[in-house]
C-alpha cells in the first residue's frame, strides 16, 4: 500500500511539473534565450568567415610586397616558399595599374573547386557562402579576391585551402554554440527567479486562495489578506478580498433568510390554524342581533381574512412554488373595481380610489396574479397615506403602450425612502414602513416577471409614488425589460 501511495505521490509530482506555470516558463525563457543566439550566431559565422580570409588576404599582400622590394622581383626558390608558407596560400596575384601580374606562386598550384569574390558581396551572399563552406568536404582549395589594403593596388587575388578555414570555422561554432547555452541557462535561471518572485508566487497565493475559499467559503481566515503591492498583482488581491466579503455576507445573510423563513412559514402554518377557528367564531358572532356587533362584524371579518391571506402567502413564498400563469383575455376596468372592495380603504373615506382605466382596455394574462399584483400594490398605498394620517387618493390608470399594457398605480403618500428604493423587491429587506415584510412588492414583481413583465418605480418623492406595471400584449415575444432596451436604442439612433 505504501509503494501505491508512493507511486501516486510520484505521478503527482510529474504532473505538477508538467503543468506548472514556473517550469514552463524556464523551459520557454531558454527556448527563447537559444532561438535569439541562432540569430546572433548566423551573421556572426559569416563575418568570422570574411575577417579570416581578410587576413590571409593581408599576409599575401605583405609577401608580395616583400617580393617588390627586391631587385628585379625575384628571389630564390627557398624564400618564395617561405612567404607562400608563411601568407599561407598556393599563390598570390596584386593587379595594380591596370597590370595583372602573378607575384608568388608554387611551381604545380592545385586545381581551384570554388571561387568567391569579397569586393562587392552582400550579406545574404556571405551567410549562404559560410554555411557552404561549413557543410563542405575538406581539402577544397579556393580562389578569394578583394580589395588590396590602404589602396595598394585594384584587387588581390589569392589561392589557398579551405580546410584550415572550415575547421577554425567549426572551432568558432562550438565555443559560440557553449556560450549559447551557458548565456541562456544563465539568462532563463535570471528571468524564471524574477518572474517567479514577481509574478508566478503571487498568482499561485491567489490561485490557492480561490480554491480553498471555494471548498469552504464560509470560513473568515480563507478571505485573501491583501498584500501592499499597487500593481495589478495587488489589484487583484484586493478584489479578490472583497468579492470574497461580499459572497461571505451574502451567503450568511441567505442562510439567515433561510432560517428566518423557515420560522416564518412555521409560525404562519400555526397562526393560520388559529385564525381559521377564529373564522368559526366570527361566523357565530354575525349571527347576533346587536347593532353594534352588526356594524364591526364585517371589519372583523375582513381583517381575519387579510391574516389568512397574509399568512397563505408567505408560506406560499417560503415554498417558492408558484405556478405558473394562467393567460386568457380578460378586461382590466372591472378588475381594478375588484381590487378596491379587498385593498382595504378606510371606512371614513379619506382615500379615495380613482379608476381611470378605459373600460375597452383588456389584456391576456392570469387574472388572479394581476389581481395580486395590484391588490399588494393598492394596500402598500393604503399603508403609506395612512402613515401620515391624512387624506389621499390612489389612482389607478392603463393604457396600451406599442405591444405592451402599462398600468400605472399613483399614491399621494410620501413617498419611498432611499433604503427602501434600494431594496424594493427585495423579501424582508424592501420594506417601506417599520414592522413590513417587503413580502409584498416581492411577491408583486414575481409574478409581473413570470408574465414577461415588470414593476418600476416611476416618480416618488413628498407629492406620492407612481409604480408601473408593465404586461406584455398576447402577440408579443419580448419581455419588458427586453423592449425597453430595443426602444432606447431606437431612440439614440434616431437622436444621431
Known sequence: MAEGEGGARTGRWRLGLAQSLSRRLLVLTILFVMLSEVLIFVPSIANFRKTWLEQNLGAAQIAALALEATPDNMVSPALQQELLENAQVFAVSLHRDNQHRLMLSEKMPPSIDATYDLRDAMPTTLIMDAFHTLFSRDGRVIEVTDFP?????????????????????LHYGANIFWLSIVISVMTAGLVYLVLHLVFVRPMRRITENMVAFRKNPEDARRVIAPSDREDEIGVAERELGAMQREIRATLNQQARLASL??????????????????????????????????????????????????????????????????????????????VRELVGLPIDGRIQWVNEVPADLSLVADRDHLFRILLNLGRNAVQAIEGVN????????????????????????????????????????????????????????????????????????????????????????LDCREAERQNASKLGVAAQ
Do not use: W, Y
Open 149 to 169: 589594403r590602404f589602396g595598394a593596388g585594384d584587387f588581390i587575388e589569392i589561392v589557398i585551402s579551405e580546410t584550415p578555414l572550415r575547421h577554425a570555422m
Open 390 to 477: 391624512r387624506a389621499g387618493e390612489i389612482r389607478i390608470a392603463g393604457h396600451l403602450a406599442s405591444d405592451h399594457v402599462h398600468i400605472d398605480v399613483s399614491d399621494t403618500g410620501p413617498g419611498l425612502p432611499d433604503k427602501a428604493r434600494a431594496h424594493l423587491f427585495v423579501p424582508f429587506a424592501g420594506s417601506a414602513r417599520s414592522g413590513g415584510t417587503g413580502l409584498g412588492l416581492a411577491i408583486a414583481d414575481e409574478l409581473a416577471r413570470g408574465h414577461g413583465g415588470a414593476i418600476d418605480v416611476l416618480t416618488t418623492g413628498e407629492k406620492g409614488t407612481t409604480f408601473r406595471v408593465c404586461i406584455p400584449a398576447e402577440d408579443s415575444m
Open 261 to 338: 423563513g423557515a420560522a416564518v412559514s412555521k409560525i404562519n402554518h400555526d397562526l393560520r390554524n388559529i385564525l381559521a377557528n377564529a373564522q368559526l367564531i366570527s361566523d357565530r358572532i354575525g349571527a347576533v342581533n346587536d347593532p353594534t356587533v352588526q356594524h364591526l362584524a364585517p371589519r372583523l371579518f375582513a381583517s381575519i381574512d387579510r391574516a389568512i391571506d397574509l399568512c397563505t402567502r408567505t408560506l406560499r413564498f417560503g415554498r417558492a412554488d408558484e405556478e405558473p400563469p394562467r393567460r386568457a383575455r380578460f378586461a382590466l376596468a372591472p378588475l381594478v373595481d375588484e
